[in-house]
């Protein structure tokens, strides 16, 4: 039982991790093209390395997914 619970929480975390950095990573994707469109280049270039550095975090947990779950 316990065993089962601790899965489920395990499984939810990741794949909570895995929507909270890609959904960030989108988030100011958007907003460094909005930032483009308004011809703001220092806080576009600093939201795109942030969403690149966001959509990198979440590709790799993601990738490693099964290894993260089955550690425990």
Do not use: H
């Not at 959904?23 to 483009?36: E, I, N, S, T, V």
């Amino acid at each position: 039982m316990l065993d089962s619970l601790l899965g489920g929480s395990m499984r939810a975390t990741v794949l909570g991790m895995i929507t909270a950095t890609a959904g960030a990573g989108l988030f100011f994707g958007y907003r460094a093209l909005f930032d483009l469109f308004a011809t703001r280049w220092n806080e576009a270039g600093l939201r795109l390395i942030l969403a690149g550095t966001l959509a990198g975090a979440a590709y790799l947990v993601a990738r490693n997914r099964n290894d993260l779950i089955d550690s425990v």
